[in-house]
């Protein structure tokens, strides 16, 4: 059975920083890739930021590319996206998902492709 537990969110004010974290449970890390999404009220969930636990390879969306930082602990089998530069467009709840691997450089945006998913942790950015 696979679970996903994020932590880490809050209330920051722009500018700020936060670290989420994701751990994982149930999960053989050369069996799947993680990815973190995120989904602000009366949006659709979009990517954010994506790894693939086999060859470390990581993947961003525009809108973080320079900001956030996705990365893993081995050890703990637990991911963080680390976000700096926050800003109030950056609210959302934040999901951190698991999935197969297979074809990952090409579709680690989709999130149709992940099948497990966190509950979610909320980013609030105040300007």
């Known amino acids: 059975q696979v679970q996903l537990v994020e932590s880490g969110g809050g209330l920051v004010q722009a500018g700020g920083s936060l670290r989420l974290s994701c751990a994982a449970s149930?999960?053989?890390?050369?069996?799947?890739?993680m990815g973190w999404f995120r989904q602000a009220p009366g949006k659709e969930r979009e990517f954010v930021a994506a790894?693939?636990?086999?060859?470390?390879?990581?993947y961003y969306a525009d809108s973080g590319k320079g900001r956030f930082t996705i990365s893993r602990d081995n050890s703990k089998n637990t991911v963080y996206l680390q976000m700096n530069s926050l800003k109030p467009e950056d609210t959302a709840v934040y999901y951190c998902?698991?999935?197969?691997?297979?074809?990952?450089?090409?579709?680690?945006?989709?999130?149709?492709?992940?099948?497990?998913w966190g509950q979610g942790t909320q980013v609030t950015v105040s300007s």
């Open positions: 998902a698991a999935r197969n691997p297979v074809y990952f450089r090409e579709t680690y945006y989709n999130a149709r492709e992940y099948i497990y």
């Open positions: 149930g999960v053989t890390r050369s069996n799947y890739a």
């Open positions: 790894t693939n636990w086999n060859d470390g390879n990581t």
